[in-house]
């Protein structure tokens, strides 16, 4: 008989350990629901300011959806991939031209003194490179 009793014991200390266990794991999920609680705000009770501030989309990017572009030091990305299509096309020199002028901010005058060419031929090149891609843009819609 007594290992019967011991038998019995033992499973008695089993279930008892198996409920503790279920019960600390129940609090442990009551724990982070009640944090989770605590961190959301359901939409109905956002303010219409809290509304437009908040940005309630994002956007995943992955390693190939963007193209670099070295310009002096640092690197340009571009994430559309049309816009480095385009970008590609052009020559070196173009590329500079346009990724200064919009990307950099630079005025003709800074691309001109950074390039050792003219004023004027800056704007003149920027204004024909941006023609041309605007051309193959439009192209490329009416294909659609």
């Not at 908040?54 to 963007?66: C, I």
Request: net charge negative; hydrophobic share 35%; glycine share 0%.
């Amino acid at each position: 008989m007594p290992t019967k009793q011991h038998e019995k014991y033992v499973e008695e200390m089993f279930d008892s350990y198996c409920k503790k266990c279920l019960r600390n794991e129940v609090r442990n999920m009551y724990r982070a629901q009640q944090k989770q609680r605590e961190r959301e705000v359901n939409f109905s009770d956002l303010c219409e300011a809290q509304m437009q501030s908040t940005p309630f989309q994002y956007w995943d990017v992955y390693d190939e959806e963007f193209a670099e572009f070295q310009l002096f030091d640092g690197t340009i990305v571009i994430h559309s991939e049309l816009l480095a299509h385009l970008l590609n096309r052009l020559s070196p020199f173009n590329r500079n031209i346009i990724l200064m002028s919009i990307w950099l901010e630079m005025s003709d005058r800074e691309i001109s003194e950074h390039l050792q060419i003219s004023r004027s031929s800056v704007q003149y090149k920027r204004t024909n490179i941006l023609r041309e891609m605007r051309e193959v843009v439009e192209e490329k819609d009416d294909e659609k």
